[in-house]
């Protein structure tokens, strides 16, 4: 899985830091802003964003609103149930 990070300042995602070295020491730095407030995530491998997860929360929503649709199109509402006791036992709104 790849790496990437999100600035927590500017909110730039999807970037590698900036690295500053100086006598052996270094520091990463966000390339937009130059803040060093910068976390290391996932790179969701749907769109290349930052991810705490697997995917990142876009994705995982337009994911999860397009399989509710297609649910809601093939099956009333009891398999709907059924379907959700079989493999997870979460509930689709």
């Known amino acids: 899985m790849s790496r990437t990070c999100r600035c927590r300042d500017c909110g730039e995602d999807g970037f590698y830091p900036v690295v500053y070295a ?13 803040s060093d407030r910068i976390e ?3 790179k969701c491998p749907l769109c290349g964003r930052y991810a705490e ?6 994705c995982a929503r337009n994911l ?3 399989f509710h649709e297609l649910l809601l ?9 059924a379907l959700n006791e079989i493999f997870d036992g979460k509930e689709l709104e």
């Open 22 to 34: 100086d006598e052996g020491d270094g520091w990463e730095r966000c390339p937009t802003c130059g």
């Open 40 to 42: 290391w995530g996932n």
């Open 53 to 58: 997860k697997l995917y990142c929360d876009d």
């Open 64 to 66: 999860r609103d397009r």
């Open 73 to 81: 199109c093939n099956f009333n509402k009891e398999e709907i149930k």
